[in-house]
């Protein structure tokens, strides 16, 4: 048990003892009032049971007294006068236990039964005064009695008084109450002020042990500052303060004592060798770390001198290199101070930090800011600096300056169908066979990607064409990557003249430009850089920006040809061309933007507007197709069959009237996606057909893989015709084989009637071409120009005979 609750316990003790004497006053006080009421009771019942006995005082001096006992007359007028004057109820009884008189006339001369324990016979019996409870079936409290014997002239015991004093018991207590109730409040005040000044005494004293508890501990684990600083003039505020001077002489001790060992371990354990030398340069002090870093050890160092250890022992600071005895060198940053005194030299402090580490570590970082982290080359920012300088270098000379830019063909394929750790084993062997393939001081360097750059300095232009035909021989041959043959070319842009350039990023950017130049060519290839390039690409960028907001500003226009029913004579179909009208250049036929938009991935987007408005316009034409063809982009897009799905629903075309083409090349690049892609396609209800049939990847598998509904003959087919045999029975045997299969043969490029009448007589069913029809712009609501000179309402120029 702690302090706290002791001292508590002892007030509550002391409160406890306040609550008992408090309880025996009580008891005390109501014993009295119940003693007081009994003799006061007694008083008066032996008052009557006097004039019970002896009779009542004459009413005139001299007069006589006749004893009540005897008079039943007079006792019962007697009691019933104590009853109406003093409302007191009183019964007679003799010897024998019969009531001689009652406040109840009934009762009158029967026995007295209200005495269960016979008291009232044993006050008889003896003479004795006695007390009694009377119960009865009326009350739920008792009545209390008093019996007192009646006395006669010769003391001889003749009957008793019974004498109910329950009122009186009650007035006495009814006198005391006040007292009792000042009694209690007073118990109970001092009772909490005991309780309270307790907890207010056991808190203070356990406040302040708890103090000097908490700053011991404190002590007792090294912290000596602490203090308790309490106040006050009793035992404990002396405990205490002696405390806080035990405190504090304790805390100067110990930082006297710390301050040395701090100092000490602080030389000992510093990562920095740290010396001390004297007037005459030995050194007289040494940690651990200088012993290391020396090579030497504490004990080699230590009186050595320091002109034999130390890189330098000259104010301020430097680096230089350490040989140690085992042969190993270190690179060193120090700092030298002087300890001078009064104007004398007397020796000086050396800090000693070794560097190798962070100098190995600059020279890696500048590497790698410098060169590329898979090939080792050179990256972009060195190339710059490079070719900046040589290009300083050839204007002061008159030297030649040359760049190569290379980017490899096919890299891609590889890196997606092998992975990314065979793309980087290609581009490493690149990188071996340019270096290999070049002189010793040319400088190749890897720009990002599959792009990589040569800069050839003090070479003519015969020479750099020969390296550049080099560099195309040895990139040329197979690359074997993870097993797998792998072949890839590249194209080379040339810049022959960097000097007379006045930036090395313009070099570069024209070299890029050359190397584009070259691709376009037909990759494979190298490219010297003309002006012209440079201006032709800006009208790339140029068409290409306005390219980009053509469909957003209204610029295309949708033009169709009409695809004629050889059998009929009408207009069996339509196919939807598009046009872009340039603000700037006019309307432009599809050749002139189509391949920039596919470059771009613009096309995604214009084929969707082609598809709106070709369903659009149709929707207005009775009995009759409209043909729309899709890209290689708009056919990967996830939601195509959705795009199309809108199309038919917002136009109201029916789908049976749509016919989707595409051309060899887009359909066989992956059978198996386009397949699926197709057949959710005619899920729809449109058709397919395969444009330019015979012209790309030609077979008669996958006319039996590719769910597909017409075929378009290549008018590379058709040209000709007229006078070749051979090509005539190749021409038929296509149209045939395409109504075997069910299918529609649509002959395009027909121009003349020659053509015309080869095909009829072939059995073609359908043809297209200017002969037959011009492509035409489309008028508001659908109706065909009246513009296009062989289109008249409807109408096409097939020859009468051929109807």
């Known amino acids: 048990m702690d302090v706290r609750h002791k001292v508590l316990g002892a007030f509550l003790a002391a409160a406890a003892l306040v609550a008992v004497t408090g309880a025996v006053v009580l008891q005390a006080n109501a014993a009295a009032a119940r003693d007081a009421a009994v003799s006061a009771a007694e008083q008066v019942a032996r008052g009557i049971s006097r004039d019970v006995a002896l009779g009542l005082p004459p009413d005139r001096i001299g007069g006589t007294t006749a004893p009540l006992f005897y008079n039943p007359g007079a006792l019962a007028s007697y009691l019933l006068r104590q009853q109406e004057t003093q409302n007191r109820d009183i019964v007679v009884v003799d010897r024998f236990g019969r009531i001689l008189a009652d406040a109840v006339p009934d009762e009158v001369g029967t026995t007295f039964a209200e005495d269960p324990d016979g ?12 007390l009694f409870e009377e119960r009865s079936d009326d009350s739920s409290e008792p009545m209390l009695q008093l019996v007192v014997p009646i006395l006669g002239p010769t003391h001889r015991v003749n009957g008793a008084v019974i004498l109910e004093y329950t009122q009186l018991y009650d007035q006495m207590m009814a006198a005391t109450k006040p007292a009792r109730r000042a009694i209690m409040a007073a118990v109970l005040v001092c009772v909490l002020l005991v309780a309270l000044l307790g907890a207010a005494i056991a808190a203070s004293i356990t406040r302040r042990i708890t103090s000097l508890t908490r700053a011991v501990q404190v002590i007792r684990d090294g912290d000596y500052s602490r203090r308790v600083a309490l106040k006050g003039r009793d035992d404990i505020a002396r405990l205490g303060h002696a405390f806080d001077d035990m405190a504090g002489r304790l805390e100067r001790s110990a930082r006297e004592i710390l301050a040395k060992e701090y100092t000490d371990s602080i030389l000992a354990n510093a990562g920095e060798g740290i010396c001390g030398v004297d007037a005459g ?9 200088a012993g290391r870093i020396t090579g030497l050890g504490v004990a080699g160092v230590l009186g050595a001198d320091a002109a034999l250890i130390l890189p330098a022992a000259d104010e301020g600071e430097g680096e230089g290199t350490l040989h140690r005895p085992d042969g190993t060198t270190v690179r060193v940053a120090y700092t030298t101070s002087t300890i001078t005194k009064n104007g004398a030299r007397l020796g000086a402090v050396v800090v000693l930090r070794d560097v190798s580490r962070q100098r190995a570590l600059e020279r890696d970082l500048r590497h790698q800011a410098l060169h590329d982290g898979l090939t080792g080359l050179p990256n972009r920012k060195l190339f710059l600096d490079r ?7 050839a204007r002061a000379a008159g030297d030649r300056v040359a760049v190569l830019y290379l980017d490899l063909d096919g890299f891609k394929k590889v890196n997606d169908s092998l992975g990314h750790n065979a793309g980087d084993q290609l581009l490493r062997t690149t990188a071996e066979r340019l270096v290999a393939a070049l002189r010793p001081q040319d400088t190749v360097a890897r720009l990002g990607g599959d792009e990589f750059a040569v800069l050839l300095e003090d070479a003519g232009e015969a020479a750099v064409r020969g390296l550049a035909r080099a560099c195309l021989d040895a990139l040329n041959q197979p690359f074997l990557v993870r097993g797998r043959t792998a072949v890839v070319s590249v194209s080379i842009g040339i810049v022959p003249d960097a000097e007379q350039h006045s930036d090395a990023d313009d070099v570069l950017r024209d070299a890029d430009v050359a190397m584009y130049a070259a691709k376009a060519k037909g990759k494979g290839c190298y490219q010297v850089f003309e002006s012209r390039m440079h201006e032709e690409l800006l009208d790339r960028l140029d068409s290409e920006s306005r390219l980009r907001d053509a469909v957003h500003r209204g610029e295309l226009r949708l033009h169709v040809q009409p695809v004629v029913d050889l059998a009929g004579g ?4 339509m ?4 046009r872009w009208a340039d603000p700037e250049r006019g309307l432009q036929q599809p050749g002139a933007f189509i391949p920039l938009a596919e470059e771009t991935g613009l096309i995604a987007e214009i084929d969707r507007w082609v598809l709106f408005e070709a369903c659009r316009a149709a929707a207005d034409w009775p009995d009759t197709w409209v043909s729309v063809n899709l890209s290689a982009a708009t056919l990967d897009l996830p939601d195509l069959t959705d795009r199309v799905a809108y199309a038919l629903s917002t136009t109201g075309l029916s789908p049976r009237r749509l016919v989707l083409e595409l051309t060899e090349t887009v359909l066989m690049r992956d059978v198996t996606v386009t397949s699926a892609r197709l057949e959710e396609l005619r899920e729809l209800g449109v058709r397919i057909a395969i444009d330019d049939f015979g012209t790309g990847y030609s077979s008669l598998g996958y006319l039996r893989d590719i769910p597909v509904d017409v075929l378009k003959v290549d008018r590379s087919f058709i040209d000709g015709l007229a006078g070749n045999a051979r090509q005539q029975q190749l021409v038929s045997a296509v149209i045939q084989l395409g109504h075997t299969l069910g299918l529609k ?3 395009e490029g027909v121009e003349t009637a020659d053509q015309l009448r080869l095909l009829t007589r072939m059995g073609a069913r359908y043809a297209q071409g200017y002969h037959l029809g011009r492509p035409g712009p489309v008028e508001e609501q659908g109706q065909l120009s009246t513009n296009t000179a062989t289109v008249r309402a409807g109408t096409v120029n097939v020859p009468d005979d051929f109807v």
């Open 119 to 130: 008291e009232v016979a044993a006050t008889i019996e003896d003479g004795r005064t006695r």
């Open 281 to 289: 340069n030995r050194i007289t002090f040494a940690n651990a770390a």
């Open 387 to 393: 070719l900046a300088h040589a290009m300083t270098r």
């Open 570 to 573: 009408g207009v069996a179909g």
């Open 575 to 578: 196919e939807a061309l598009v």
């Open 745 to 747: 043969v649509v002959t």
